[in-house]
C-alpha cells in the first residue's frame, strides 16, 4: 500500500483541482488554491522533489480531476521472449509504453509506443490487466493512474533506440533483468504476463 501522506496529498489536489474548476465565488477559489498549496507541500516534505516543481504540476492540472492512463505493451516473440527497453531517463528496463495521448484508441497508443520506443511493430491481441498504480509498489507518484497492460505479438519492425530508449532486447521469463524501471513495471506484473502469454484464455486483471 502507498504511504498514507501520499493518500492524503493526492485527495486534496484532486478537491482543489475540481473546486478550482466548479468554483464561483472568490473566497471559495482562494480556498482552494490554499488547498492545493498544501497537498504540494505534503509531498515536497517527503520526497526528493522541489516544492517549486510539485507546485508547477499541480497548476498544470484543469478540470474535473481523474486518474491518468498509463499504456503498457507486452510484446512477445514466437519463441516466448518478451520485449523490454532499456529508459534513457534512468537507464533501467521496462516495457515499452507511456501516458496515454488523446485522439488515439487504446490500441493505437499502445502500438504507436511500441513502435517508437523499441522499432518493432506489434498487434494488440488482449488487455492483460487494468490496474491501480497505489496498489503495486510503485515509488510514489503526484497524481492517481491506472496502469493498462496489453498482451500484444511481433509483427514486423526491428530494433531501433528512441529518443527516450537506449537499447532493445528479449528476454525469457528466467532471465529478466534486475534492473528494472520500478516507476514503469514492477516484476510481479512482468511475471503476470508471461501467465497471460501462456493462457490467452485468463480475464483480464481489474483491481
Not at 9 to 33: H, N
Not at 80 to 107: F, I, K, S
Not at 166 to 179: G, R, S
Amino acid at each position: 500500500m502507498q504511504p498514507t501522506w501520499l493518500m492524503w496529498a493526492r485527495e486534496l489536489q484532486a478537491i482543489a483541482q475540481t473546486g478550482l474548476t466548479y468554483c464561483q465565488d472568490p473566497f471559495d477559489r482562494q480556498r482552494y488554491e490554499q488547498i492545493g498549496a498544501l497537498a504540494a507541500r505534503i509531498f515536497a516534505e517527503h520526497t526528493d522533489t522541489a516544492l517549486e516543481r510539485i507546485a508547477e504540476l499541480f497548476d498544470a492540472q484543469s478540470g474535473y480531476a481523474t486518474p491518468k492512463v498509463d499504456v503498457r505493451g507486452a510484446v512477445f516473440r514466437d519463441d516466448g521472449r518478451l520485449l523490454m527497453v532499456r529508459e534513457r531517463h534512468d537507464n533501467r528496463w521496462a516495457l515499452p509504453g507511456g501516458w496515454a495521448d488523446v485522439h488515439q484508441t487504446p490500441r493505437e497508443n499502445i502500438e504507436r509506443e511500441v513502435r517508437e520506443e523499441s522499432g518493432y511493430e506489434c498487434k494488440v491481441r488482449k488487455l492483460a490487466a487494468v490496474w491501480d498504480r497505489n496498489r503495486h509498489g510503485h515509488p510514489p507518484q503526484p497524481f492517481f493512474a491506472y496502469k493498462m497492460f496489453f498482451l500484444c505479438e511481433l509483427a514486423g519492425g526491428a530494433a531501433q533506440p528512441s529518443i527516450e530508449t537506449t537499447e532493445i532486447a528479449f528476454f525469457a521469463e528466467a532471465e529478466l533483468p534486475e534492473d528494472i524501471s520500478m516507476g514503469r513495471v514492477r516484476p510481479h506484473q512482468l511475471k503476470r504476463m508471461f501467465e497471460h502469454y501462456r493462457a490467452p484464455e485468463l480475464p483480464t486483471d481489474v483491481d
